[in-house]
């Protein structure tokens, strides 16, 4: 069984959402940021979502969704014992429903697939819920838990596609219209679509002129290939970097939902999401998850030059990112910012071409993070020597100044620097 009887989402259910969470769950604030703004030639706002006491806005439909239980049991006068939830969830979702649970007393039992990150499944296990892992993908782990909901007699809350659920996460866009009346456009991360649902029936109730743009990661892109048929349809996905979006099908509630209000879907590329990530730790000392930095890698990603001088909002919606994975994925974003590069070159094996070879190198203004000097198995004449280097530069300009100054003294590459991998 699953935990909404209703049919629809109305801006006066995502009001009484709002009632149900008042004085529990954070209000984040959506401050005006002044770098990104004159980083990205719009006037940016920022929905801080990441602050809530699990890391996502999940807390807000996974609140109002068992709220909303509690309610319809206690309206019907039912004497049977609510014997708990279940929840099929890799991250975020389960967070929000394993915390709201122990707050309101209901027992929660969350499908982890084996693959799932241990601090997501330990973290959850912390906020009391009971976890089960079960299969190699959130797909396989959903077939679990609805068939625990069968067998159990358990209620099953959907992650995204559920109405009290998208009412709850309808509530950001009632407080961003709140904090930021004057909006042009909002920009949302889209997963399984039931974020951009609610914000996007919230703030055009309000606001019928607002602009309300979805981001995908090309990995990921399941809402666009929906609208390209018009309803939803699985996808092969791809690794990606923003994981809390990687759902191979928008869900039908919420694609019906939202596809009438949304007023255009861009995706962007990985590289594109890591640049993000990097640019909000830099400049508005904020850790997201690749999910929440894929709205900033919309405006950046110059598909959206419409927005350019407009009041826009970007939703940052999580910051649940493992640190070993945030180190590698700022790595991935100094590369695509040309501020590390790499390559190989020959030089000669005889006394002091190694050291010419770094004083070109420090005159060039670059600094040189790793070097690996080879002669047992380099591809070249005995005489000579292959220098596999990673330097830190400034950008992409200084990239090349280090390749023309380094050509110029007749470094030979063997593979060239690279600007973009």
Same mark, same amino acid.
Request: with cysteine.
């Given at each position: ?34 770098? *990104? ?28 969704? *068992? ?52 601090? /997501? ?82 703030? /055009? ?31 092969? *996905? ?60 919309? *405006? ?9 001088? /407009? ?21 991935? +974003?100094?590369?695509?910012? +040309? ?12 006394? +002091? ?25 380099? /591809? ?42």
């Amino acid at each position: 069984m699953t935990s909404t009887q209703n049919s629809t989402v109305t801006y006066a259910s995502i009001v009484e959402a709002r009632e149900n969470l008042r004085g529990v769950l954070y209000e984040s604030p959506c401050p005006e940021s002044v770098p *990104l703004s004159e980083l990205t030639g719009s006037d940016v706002f920022c929905k801080l979502d990441y602050l809530q006491r699990t890391g996502s806005f999940k807390e807000r439909g996974a609140r109002n969704a *068992l709220v909303q239980l509690l309610a319809r049991r206690k309206a019907s006068d039912t004497q049977t014992p609510l014997i708990g939830v279940v929840a099929a969830s890799a991250g975020n979702h389960a967070l929000g429903l394993s915390y709201h649970g122990r707050l309101l007393g209901i027992p929660v039992t969350v499908v982890m697939p084996i693959t799932a990150p241990l601090i /997501k499944v330990e973290t959850c296990r912390k906020l009391g819920a009971t976890i089960v892992l079960a299969g190699e993908s959130y797909p396989d782990a959903r077939q679990h838990a609805l068939k625990m909901a069968e067998e159990l007699g358990l209620y099953q809350v959907p992650g995204f596609d559920d109405t009290d659920i998208i009412a709850g996460q309808g509530t950001m866009g009632l407080e961003i219209l709140e904090q930021v009346p004057d909006i042009d456009a909002i920009i949302v991360p889209v997963g399984g679509a039931g974020l951009i649902a609610g914000i996007a029936i919230a703030a /055009k109730a309000i606001n019928p002129g607002i602009k309300i743009i979805g981001v995908e990661p090309e990995e990921a892109a399941s809402f666009t290939a929906a609208l390209a048929v018009g309803k939803p349809v699985p996808i092969i *996905l791809a690794p990606t970097i923003a994981d809390g979006l990687a759902v191979s099908q928008v869900g039908e509630i919420s694609y019906a939902l939202a596809a009438p209000l949304v007023d255009k879907v861009i995706t962007v590329t990985e590289d594109q999401i890591a640049l993000a990530i990097l640019r909000l730790v830099e400049l508005e000392k904020g850790v997201v998850e690749g999910a929440a930095a894929s709205s900033l890698a919309a *405006l950046l990603s110059g598909k959206l030059p419409e927005l350019r001088g /407009k009041r826009v909002v970007l939703c940052l919606c999580g910051g649940n990112i493992d640190p070993s994975v945030l180190c590698r994925v700022v790595e991935r +974003g100094l590369v695509a910012d +040309g501020r590390l590069c790499r390559f190989t070159v020959m030089i000669s094996d005889r006394p +002091g071409a190694l050291a010419e070879f770094c004083r070109l190198v420090a005159l060039s203004g670059a600094s040189i993070r790793e070097i690996v000097h080879e002669r047992a198995f380099a /591809k070249v004449h005995v005489s000579s020597v292959e220098v596999y280097c990673v330097l830190e530069t400034r950008n992409h300009g200084h990239v090349k100044e280090v390749f023309d100054l380094l050509s110029s003294h007749g470094v030979q590459f063997m593979v060239r620097p690279n600007m973009t991998e």
